[in-house]
Nanobody, 124 residues
């Protein structure tokens, strides 16, 4: 099973930017479809960005479309989430997750591995 470690979270003012990273180890990273989820206090976990294993057709939840960019570097075993024009409602713990299997399933996928999460706080 792949192991995932997120980094890059922090406190930022509204309108600012952050870049999250998720480093993978243990199994062949390029075999996994990747995603970023987030969970705000008192809310359910939410799918944010999905990145198929070949990096094509990145999928975004509507609320972050145009502000967030998901990407991956298979040579570095790392997936990224560039977050621009951050809003207070983006405040959450952000998790990266790995989905095995041939077909990319997006928010409906079975994610076998999760990172520990990184806190993103956006002040108004």
């Amino acid at each position: 099973q792949v192991q995932l470690v997120e980094s890059g979270g922090g406190l930022v003012q509204a309108g600012g930017s952050l870049r999250l990273s998720c480093a993978a180890s243990g199994r062949t990273f390029s075999n996994y479809h990747m995603a970023w989820f987030r969970q705000a206090p008192g809310k359910e976990r939410e799918f944010v960005v999905g990145i198929p294993r070949d990096g094509s057709k990145t999928e975004y939840v509507d609320s972050v479309q145009g502000r967030f960019t998901g990407s991956r570097d298979n040579a570095k075993n790392t997936v990224y989430l560039q977050m621009n024009n951050l809003k207070p409602e983006d405040t959450a713990v952000y998790y990266c997750a790995a989905q095995g299997g041939y077909f990319y399933m997006g928010k409906d996928g079975k994610y076998d591995a999760w990172g520990q999460g990184t806190q993103v706080t956006v002040s108004s």
